[in-house]
T-cell receptor
Framework: EAQVTQNPRYLITVTGKKLTVTCSQN?????MSWYRQDPGLGLRQIYY???????DKGDVPEGYKVSRKEKRNFPLILESPSPNQTSLYFCASSFWGGNTGELFFGEGSRLTVL | EDQVTQSPEALRLQEGESSSLNCSYTVSGLRGLFWYRQDPGKGPEFLFT???AGEEKEKERLKATLTKKESFLHITAPKPEDSATYLCAVQSGISTQGGSEKLVFGKGMKLTVNP
């Protein structure tokens, strides 16, 4: 089954404790992206990657890091989480050759930073 | 700066009561306009891509249309299972930060269809 898998789905952590949210897709997609979704603000892009070792900032990259060492994986790293990073996070992927706006989304990771 | 505005923010319909959702946009060269559906606790699910004014796409009870300034998602004879949040997004053809793959979403519109 074609899917984008995120882990963990739910996480409560404390300020400053480094964490990683993993994202893996099994569709051989070149393009991957991270979004955060907040009430009243909608979906905002954090980072995206057009292929292995190629990443770029989205609208709200501050406080986040990403890496793309393998085609299928695109982890989101919060080096020193703060309460304003409490949010619902989505990973998404698509074919590069197609339109990268036609995204497959994961189920989401709800992060709470205390 | 690319902007997307969706209206209304929420809409309640009776089953069978047709209506339209609006997505107005400002973009520097439209590469594509996208509609997604999001169910509670789930990730958005892709519905349609529209590329140029005058284009239309249909899927079951949904029909998406595009003009130079806005897109409409028409829902004909909706059913309770059409209840969801509908998201609109645009992708610009102009590179902003060395890449041209930025996708800008609207805040979404929550549709409730009562039986």
């Amino acid at each position: 089954e074609a899917q984008v898998t995120q882990n963990p789905r739910y996480l409560i952590t404390v300020t400053g404790k480094k964490l990683t949210v993993t994202c893996s897709q099994n569709m051989n997609h070149e393009y991957m992206s991270w979004y955060r979704q907040d009430p009243g603000l909608g979906l905002r892009q954090i980072y995206y990657s057009m292929n292995v070792e190629v990443t770029d900032k989205g609208d709200v990259p501050e406080g986040y890091k990403v890496s793309r060492k393998e085609k299928r994986n695109f982890p989101l790293i919060l080096e020193s989480p703060s309460p304003n990073q409490t949010s619902l996070y989505f990973c998404a992927s698509s074919f590069w050759g197609g339109n990268t706006g036609e995204l497959f989304f994961g189920e989401g990771s709800r992060l709470t930073v205390l | 700066e690319d902007q997307v505005t969706q209206s209304p923010e929420a809409l309640r319909l009776q089953e069978g009561e047709s209506s339209s959702l609006n997505c107005s946009y400002t973009v520097s060269g439209l590469r594509g306009l996208f509609w997604y559906r999001q169910d509670p606790g789930k990730g958005p699910e892709f519905l349609f891509t529209l590329y140029s004014a005058g284009e239309e796409k249909e899927k079951e009870r949904l029909k998406a249309t595009l003009t130079k300034k806005e897109s409409f998602l028409h829902i004909t004879a909706p059913k309770p299972e059409d209840s969801a949040t509908y998201l609109c997004a645009v992708q610009s053809g102009i590179s902003t930060q060395g890449g041209s793959e930025k996708l800008v979403f609207g805040k979404g519109m929550k549709l409730t269809v009562n039986p």
